[in-house]
């Protein structure tokens, strides 16, 4: 069965520096989304993706957040600059359509020391 | 703006028991609902979803969910729970005039006593 894949598992990462969370959503999907969840509160979302561009984003969603599809495979979400306050459990999810259910990845843990 | 709330941070039930999951919504328009689980350490897996047609709407591991529009509820449900279904239980709404994102609920702990 086609899943959404991420990596990696579990960065660490020193605040201040950049880093960039991979995805690969199922192969057929066409709307793209990224969400995060801070050890023990609700999941958030960030940023849906649609057509090559951001179709909505959150107000977490900062200039310090960057989405890409760089290719037909990839969906990227880079932090220019990590703060303490970034460290979360990312997932990426994708779907067909927007009224079909969105399909999730097992998450990426960041961890901003 | 959509919200969800789910109440019961944690329930917890004896095997074999009822299993009571409850979810209100706030939506002004009319609301695509879904039930997420999520076991330690994995991603969010859909149990079930509710987009239109009939209100009582079956998933996976025998877990159900209907939609009563009039109580802004879509409660979830399993006859008899096993130990198995131990995990975050999370209600979420999408609004399809807003990207289709999903605006989840703060979760709810199954605990399953043996």
């Known amino acids: 069965e086609p899943e959404v894949t991420q990596t990696p598992s579990h960065q660490v990462t020193q605040m201040g520096q950049e880093v960039i969370l991979r995805c690969v959503p199922i192969?057929?999907?066409?709307?793209f989304y990224w969400y995060r969840q801070i050890l023990g509160q609700k999941v958030e979302f960030l940023v849906s993706?649609?057509?090559?561009?951001?179709?909505?984003k959150s107000e977490i969603f900062d200039d310090q957040f960057s989405v890409e599809r760089p290719d037909g495979s990839n969906f990227t979400l880079k932090i220019r600059s990590t703060k303490l306050e970034d460290s979360a459990m990312y997932f990426c999810?994708?779907?067909?359509?927007?009224?079909?259910?969105?399909?999730f990845g097992p998450g990426t843990r960041l961890t901003v020391t | 703006a959509q919200s969800v709330t789910q109440l019961g941070s944690h329930v917890s039930v004896s095997e074999g028991a009822l299993v009571l999951l409850r979810c209100n919504y706030s939506s002004s328009v009319p609301p695509y609902l879904f039930w997420y689980v999520q076991y330690p350490n994995q991603g969010l897996q859909l149990l079930l979803k509710?987009?239109?047609?009939?209100?009582l709407v079956k998933g996976i591991n025998g877990f159900e969910a209907e939609f009563k529009k009039s109580e802004t509820s879509f409660h979830l449900t399993k006859p008899s729970a096993h130990m198995s279904d131990a995990a975050e239980y999370f209600c979420?709404?999408?609004?399809?005039?807003?990207?289709?994102?999903?605006?989840f609920g703060s979760g709810t702990r199954l605990l399953v006593r043996p």
């Open positions: 993706f649609y057509n090559n561009e951001i179709s909505e």
């Open positions: 999810a994708s779907s067909t359509s927007g009224i079909h259910e969105q399909y």
């Open positions: 509710y987009t239109t047609g009939a209100t």
């Open positions: 192969s057929n999907h066409l709307y």
């Open positions: 979420a709404v999408s609004d399809p005039d807003s990207s289709y994102k999903l605006i």
